[in-house]
């Protein structure tokens, strides 16, 4: 597969979303079901359809596979999405990461890459962490 010479926001999400799963090396069951789960439920995947999450998964993929594959995917994801977007960019990230209820050091890291290639501020940043932590808490 080519990688695009660009995203539309919603790949640029789901790209995200992949990169920040991956960063450990592989992409577990929990990962990926919260990743269909946000595409299925939330307003900005609205006509976003299960063909076109496979299409932007395997792109993503294939982004990582490249030399130089991560900044190539970070230069494409941040030129697809508004500020308001890079939030719940950072949104999804944090959920993703949170699923498996213990986030590994490689996967911290990406996120910490994630919030500065977009800019997130450090305190929206420190609550978008909290909530995605409150989130998938278990009794």
Do not use: N
């Not at 290639?117 to 929206?124: S, V």
């Amino acid at each position: 597969m080519t990688t695009p010479k660009a995203l539309d926001p919603q790949e640029a999400l789901v790209c995200t979303m992949v990169l920040v799963a991956g960063a450990d090396g592989h992409l577990t069951d929990r990962e990926i079901g919260v990743m269909v789960g946000l595409v299925q439920s939330l307003p900005v995947f609205r006509s976003f359809s299960s063909e076109r999450l496979k299409i932007a998964t395997d792109t993503a993929v294939s982004l990582l596979g490249e030399t130089d594959g991560l900044a190539h995917a970070a230069r494409l994801i941040c030129a697809a999405l508004e500020p308001r977007l890079r939030e719940t960019a950072y949104m999804l990230a944090c959920d993703v990461i949170a699923v498996d209820g213990q986030a590994r050091q490689t996967e911290l890291e990406m996120l910490e890459l994630v919030r500065k290639e977009f800019g997130i501020d450090p305190l929206i940043a420190r609550a978008l962490e909290r909530g995605a932590r409150a989130r998938q808490q278990v009794p």
